[in-house]
């Protein structure tokens, strides 16, 4: 039993850190992830940068500013959608909405 032991020790590969793992792994299939960064450069631009721009909404914006240094909008900037939320003029857009985001994701 005990050479038996002895000889599954000696069979065990070396414990590596992950980051050595994963650089050999690049290294093997990096054929692999170059096919796949377009696809993940595809989500990052049309997907994630838009989102970006939607930041417009929640800042009291000036373009000599930029989004980013443009302040937050207090309470008095978030009055504009309650009252949007609250109006009539809600119920015509919102269907429409859903109904081409349901399409969209056929």
């Not at 993940?40 to 500013?65: C, E, H, R, T």
């Not at 443009?70 to 119920?91: E, R, T």
Request: aromatic share 16%; net charge positive; proline share 8%.
């Amino acid at each position: 039993m005990t050479q038996d032991k002895a000889i599954l020790q000696t069979m065990r590969p070396p414990k590596r850190s992950r980051n050595n793992a994963l650089k050999r792994d690049m290294h093997k299939n990096g054929s692999a992830y170059l096919l796949v960064l377009p696809v993940i450069l595809f989500y990052l631009v049309f997907n994630y940068k838009p989102m970006y721009g939607a930041i417009i909404a929640f800042k009291d914006f000036s373009p000599g500013k930029g989004i980013w240094n443009s302040p937050w909008a207090d309470m008095a900037g978030m009055k504009n959608f309650i009252d949007f939320f609250h109006s009539f003029y809600f119920f015509d857009p919102a269907p429409n909405s859903v109904e081409i985001e349901n399409d969209s994701s056929k």
